[in-house]
């Protein structure tokens, strides 16, 4: 009888012990898991998960956040961090309802042609939506292909077109199969395969892993220096984008210089803000991308219809 392959052994280990998250519930649509891969991304999921519960109770399907302002998206998005994506994924559930039926298509080529959905997220809603084969390959995978593969404590910083060669090579043929095993490296390397306190002894590859035979030790210091916050441009941006998501109207420039004190960082970082399209100035005040308050000669005028 020939030995399990690492896709047989990564499965097996995953269906026993893997974390009980919403998006992986059987009945959950490719909307959902769509919005769990973006916001995923950088952010971890103690703090995904509540987002993500509330927005689908607010917009379930893509119709709801495409009838919706940018704005609210990203009123919605609150302190999760890196809030072009709320932009994205509005911009996504648009072009869903403009292209596709407010569907999220199952063919790859679509997903990728759909706004804020790149070559990880495509694959990760065609691999876990749709049970598709494909490589999905995150920071964690790459480091569990280096290892157990490759036998190199780390990948390096980026995805390469050889990071999705090495990891389909270990995919089972099924689609379905595929798709387990797409979920179970990412998870291995989420939770076990860490990048500097591996549990080697927890692990389903162990025995087969090349890093471990070679008896190399993980790298001593962090794989890239931690982003500092604190006095940032990003640290700015979320002062005045706080201000701006509270706000029932347009808010004048006075109340936005007093987030912070340094007039050269506060303008430019609202500057960023502006070009990101999160942001839009009318007249000397500015509002949060597309909320519609009504603003004549400078004075804001209440829209009764909202």
Not at 81 to 89: E, H, I, S
Not at 137 to 155: F, H, I, L, S, Y
Not at 239 to 250: C, I, K, S
């Amino acid at each position: 009888m020939s030995e399990p392959t690492f896709a047989t052994l990564a499965s097996r280990w995953f269906q026993q012990h893997a974390r009980d998250l919403p998006w992986r519930k059987p009945e959950v649509g490719a909307w959902a898991i769509l919005v769990s891969e973006v916001m995923l991304q950088q952010t971890p999921v103690v703090r995904v998960l509540p987002a993500w519960e509330a927005w689908l109770a607010r917009w379930p399907v893509p119709a709801d956040l495409a009838a919706d302002s940018p704005a609210e998206a990203i009123r919605m998005w609150g302190r999760l961090g890196y809030p072009r994506r709320a932009l994205r994924l509005h911009e996504c559930a648009v072009a869903l309802v403009e292209r596709h039926g407010g569907e999220v298509p199952t063919n790859l080529d679509q997903l990728l042609a759909l706004p804020g959905v790149g070559t990880y997220t495509a694959r990760a809603v065609a691999a876990f939506a749709y049970g598709q084969r494909h490589p999905v390959v995150d920071t964690n995978v790459r480091r569990v292909v280096a290892r157990a593969v490759a036998g190199e404590p780390d990948a390096g910083p980026t995805t390469r077109p050889a990071d999705l060669i090495a990891t389909e090579r270990l995919l089972p043929v099924e689609p379905a199969a595929a798709a387990l095993a797409s979920a179970a490296f990412m998870e291995i390397g989420a939770v076990v395969c860490t990048a500097r306190s591996p549990r080697c002894a927890d692990c389903p590859l162990a025995a087969r892993c090349a890093w471990r035979a070679s008896g190399r030790s993980a790298p001593a210091g962090p794989t890239r220096r931690p982003q500092r916050y604190a006095g940032t441009d990003r640290q700015v941006r979320g002062l005045l984008l706080a201000v701006l998501r509270e706000a029932t109207g347009p808010v004048p420039r006075p109340r936005l210089d007093t987030v912070w004190a340094d007039d050269v960082q506060r303008s430019r970082a609202l500057a960023g803000l502006v070009d990101d399209g999160l942001v839009e100035v009318v007249g000397d005040a500015c509002r949060l991308a597309g909320d519609g308050f009504p603003v004549d000669h400078g004075v804001v005028v209440p829209d009764k219809s909202r």
